[in-house]
Each structure stands twice: as structure tokens, then as C-alpha cells.
């Protein structure tokens, strides 16, 4: 065993010669130093060295490790790196590839820039269900039987046989009021954005679906001239300053009175153009004073508290504030429409 291991102290010394990169050290550490490599397997042999031997054995055994590692320690600390993209020509001083970074779809802007208009003035946003039963979308908000808007032809009815009550896609984020209003007490001060579904033909006016954003607040002595305030408040933020708004009388069933708003034509200044059909005025919302049988519904005594509520389409009021001429546009997931906004 002696010889052997003095002729590795030779080989060993010889071979440390030919060290010139990363990968040739690292192929003398695994032949020599690694857990398989010859000196582990010398310690092994050098168990079974008989008494007599064992002295002078160990000791060259032992020169040889240090040897050996002292020339791997000294190659390590001496060697350059490899260059390991080789020959390759790449100029990293080049300036890198730009991507395109997303952003926020028009949609959720708005959504969220109307929500935080009105969380500015104490409103929590409450998101309801975009799949809803009859009783919340129409019986509880005052929309009896025989209403058109409950027409197979106008509304998405999902298949509930053996359910207790008839599910649909909700038609009006408007639900949204009876939800919250079952769950808690007065005051109540919330807006409601979200998608809601209608069975209408496609065009370049009307999808099945879009979005709404609603708005409910209940008090005691919540008047009119609140809600008008609020809306005033609300389009002017929106719209810009210097946009005029009117109240409309009007009717919707959850609601007594009733009006709309109109904020007058961005495009003409009321002066009558196309897009306000020579009117002068844009609708924007629905609104109105929260019906006393919506109240008794949901068990508010209409005697103590009043409320207001209001509703507003999405992609109608964004087709007019940035004069988008198709509502399928919001939808096609076309980059250059996209990246506009
Ligand atoms: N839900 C109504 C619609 O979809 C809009 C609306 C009108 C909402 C009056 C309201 C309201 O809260 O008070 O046409």
C-alpha cells in the first residue's frame, strides 16, 4: 500500500500540472477528494493494514491528502471563472427587450373610480351575487308577476327544479339593496358594483351582459334634496365640473318618487348632436326614494326610516365619456383599443 501511495503523491502532483479551468479542477476534486474518490478508498484499504504497517502507512497517507488538498485550495483561490457563454458574440451592452405591462381593464376602472367617489363620502362597498333568485331580483324590490322585465324573453332563468325558489343571472345589481338590507340594520350606506345579465340582442348598442354600479342609503329623515346633493356631488367628481345635470321625473318599481339623471352632452355642450339624438342631455342613472313596500319587505318600518337609492350603467357612461362608438370593444380583448386607457 505504501507504493501505491507514493506513487499517487507523484501522479497526483503531475496531474495538478494540467489544472487550467474551472472544469478540470472540478474533475481532479471528484477524482481524488470527492466521497467515491481514490482517498476515501485508501482510508478504507488502510483499515485493513496489518499493526506492524499501520504507522508508516498513515503517515504518507496522510501527506498525501494535505498534499492534495492544499493543490486543489491553491488552484481554487488562483483560478479565473470560466466563461461559460464561450464564444458567443451576444453584445450585453445592448439595451434590453421592452414587454408590455398590463393595466386595469377601462371596466374595473371605473368600478373602482365610482366606488372610491362615493367610499370618500362614508359608503362600504357590498358586492352581491351575480347569480340570484327571483324573490331578490324582482318580488322584494316591488316587481310584481306580471312585469315585462320577468319575461323568459328578457331575463336568463337558470334550470332549479327541486329548488325552492327560481335562480336566475341577475338582471340589476339592485338586488344588491335587499341583500344588505336583510342583513343589517339602519344606517345603511353602501355601493354596489358588479355584472348583471339581460337576454338581449347583440349590437353595437347592447350585450347580454354589463356592468352597474349601485348605490343605497337608509336613515332616519333621508330626504330628496340628499340624494340630489349626493348626485350632484357624485358628477362632478366624475364628469369634471363644469358639466350641468337635471333630474327627470320617471318610474321604476322600487323606488317612489322616481327620476333619472341627465348630465348634459360632453360632445355638443347641449348645443344637440348625434350621440345625445339632438337632445342636448346624456341619461346616466336611475334613482329614486326607496319604495315603503321594499322597506316592509325586508322588515324597516317605513313609519321611522327613509332611504334613497340609485343605479348606473357602466359601459354606457364609458362609451360616452371617451366616445367609444361599440360596446363590443370593452369585450374583444383588443390590445390597441385596450391600451388607450
Ligand atoms: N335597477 C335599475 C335598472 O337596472 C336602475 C335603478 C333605478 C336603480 C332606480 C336604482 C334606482 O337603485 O333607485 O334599470
Not at 500540472?17 to 470527492?34: A, F, G, T, V
Not at 498513515?58 to 491528502?65: A, F, I, P, Y
Not at 485550495?73 to 405591462?101: M, Q, S, V, W, Y
Amino acid at each position: 500500500m505504501l507504493e501505491k501511495i507514493e506513487t499517487l503523491k507523484t501522479e497526483s502532483l503531475a496531474e495538478s500540472e494540467n489544472i487550467n479551468s474551472e472544469k478540470s479542477l472540478e474533475e481532479y476534486r471528484i477524482k481524488y477528494l470527492s466521497r467515491n474518490g481514490i482517498l476515501n478508498s485508501l482510508f478504507e484499504d488502510f483499515k485493513k493494514v496489518d499493526k506492524e504497517s499501520k504507522g508508516a502507512t498513515g503517515k504518507s497517507l496522510n501527506e498525501l491528502k494535505v498534499s492534495i488538498q492544499k493543490i486543489y485550495d491553491d488552484k481554487k483561490a488562483n483560478l479565473e471563472p470560466d466563461n461559460i457563454a464561450g464564444d458567443d458574440t451576444t453584445d450585453i451592452t445592448l439595451p434590453g427587450r421592452t414587454f408590455n405591462k398590463g393595466t386595469k381593464h377601462l371596466i374595473n376602472q371605473a368600478l373602482e373610480e365610482i366606488s372610491g367617489i362615493f367610499e370618500k363620502i362614508g359608503f362600504k362597498v357590498y358586492e352581491g351575487f351575480e347569480i340570484e333568485d327571483e324573490y331578490h331580483n324582482f318580488d322584494a324590490l316591488n316587481t310584481p308577476d306580471h312585469h315585462p322585465s320577468r319575461d323568459m324573453q328578457d331575463t336568463f332563468y337558470i334550470d332549479s327544479k327541486g329548488k325552492d325558489r327560481k335562480y336566475l343571472l341577475r338582471t340589476q345589481t339592485s338586488s344588491a339593496q335587499i341583500r344588505i338590507m336583510e342583513k343589517i340594520k339602519p344606517p345603511v350606506r353602501i355601493i354596489s358594483p358588479g355584472r348583471v345579465f339581460r337576454n338581449e340582442d347583440v349590437s353595437s348598442r347592447s350585450l347580454a351582459f354589463f356592468h352597474q354600479v349601485e348605490g343605497l342609503y337608509v336613515d332616519r329623515n333621508v330626504t330628496f334634496s340628499e340624494l340630489k346633493g349626493t348626485l350632484n356631488y357624485f358628477a362632478r367628481e366624475y364628469f369634471g365640473d363644469s358639466l350641468k345635470t337635471r333630474l327627470r321625473p320617471s318610474f321604476f318599481p322600487f323606488t317612489e318618487p322616481s327620476a333619472e339623471m341627465d348630465v348634459e352632452c360632453f360632445l355638443c355642450k347641449s348645443k344637440g348632436c348625434r350621440v345625445c339624438k339632438y337632445t342636448g342631455w346624456l341619461e346616466i342613472l336611475g334613482c329614486g326614494m326607496v319604495d315603503p313596500n321594499v322597506f316592509e319587505t325586508v322588515g324597516y318600518d317605513p313609519e321611522i326610516f327613509s332611504g334613497y337609492a340609485f343605479g348606473m350603467g357602466i359601459e354606457r357612461t364609458l362609451m360616452i365619456k371617451h366616445g367609444v362608438p361599440d360596446i363590443r370593444l370593452f369585450y374583444e380583448n383588443d390590445i390597441r383599443f385596450l391600451k388607450q386607457f
